[in-house]
Each structure stands twice: as structure tokens, then as C-alpha cells.
Nanobody, 114 residues
Framework: QVQVVESGGGLVQVGGSLRLSCAAS????????MGWYRQAPGKQRELVAS???????NYADSVKGRFTISRDNAKNTVYLQMNSLKPEDTAVYYC????????WGQGTQVTVSS
């Protein structure tokens, strides 16, 4: 069994910063892909940022230059540093890992107030 747990969400003002963490535990041999997705009310879930085991990264255009994804392979943990937050960043943020079986976390709310 694999558990994926996100933390670090909350309420922040426009222009502020938050750091999300996602820790995977359980029967994990190797994590190939780690990613952050978000879903705002009434919208589809979208990829925000992803990182491979070799540290290759990919970002949505809307967050490039503001968000940074990183991972600690020894801890099976992925981070999302979010700076210069905007109201449109408000969403539930989900972590996904692929081992190659995909696992999702339960989500953490990020609210950016103007």
C-alpha cells in the first residue's frame, strides 16, 4: 500500500508565497514521476508542474517564473514553492506520483485573497 500526503496549503494574500510538500510512503521501489495538479471550482484538473526522477521539470505556462518544483528522492518527497501568488492560483492542489502505478494525494486547499 502506498500513501501520498500533501501539506502546506492555506490562505495567503496576493503576492505572497506558500510551499507545498508531498510525501509518499509505503511499498515504493522507485518513483518515476512526481507532479502537482490543481483544480479550481467548476474547472478541470490541470497540471501545474512535474519532475522526473532525473530532475527534468515541466511547468504550466501560467506558473512559469513563479513556481518551482523540486524533489528529494531519498525522502520520496516533492515540493512546490509558489511565489507571487495570484487570485487565479486559488484551487485544491493535488500531488500525483507514478511508480509506474499512479497514486494521488487527498489535496490541499490554496486560497489567494485580493
Amino acid at each position: 500500500q502506498v500513501q501520498v500526503v500533501e501539506s502546506g496549503g492555506g490562505l495567503v494574500q496576493v503576492g505572497g508565497s506558500l510551499r507545498l510538500s508531498c510525501a509518499a510512503s509505503g511499498s515504493i521501489f522507485s518513483i518515476n514521476f512526481m507532479g502537482w495538479y490543481r483544480q479550481a471550482p467548476g474547472k478541470q484538473r490541470e497540471l501545474v508542474a512535474s519532475i522526473t526522477r532525473g530532475a527534468g521539470t515541466n511547468y504550466a505556462d501560467s506558473v512559469k517564473g513563479r513556481f518551482t518544483i523540486s524533489r528529494d528522492n531519498a525522502k520520496n518527497t516533492v515540493y512546490l514553492q509558489m511565489n507571487s501568488l495570484k487570485p487565479e492560483d486559488t484551487a485544491v492542489y493535488y500531488c500525483k506520483i507514478v511508480t509506474p502505478i499512479p497514486y494521488w494525494g487527498q489535496g490541499t486547499q490554496v486560497t489567494v485573497s485580493s
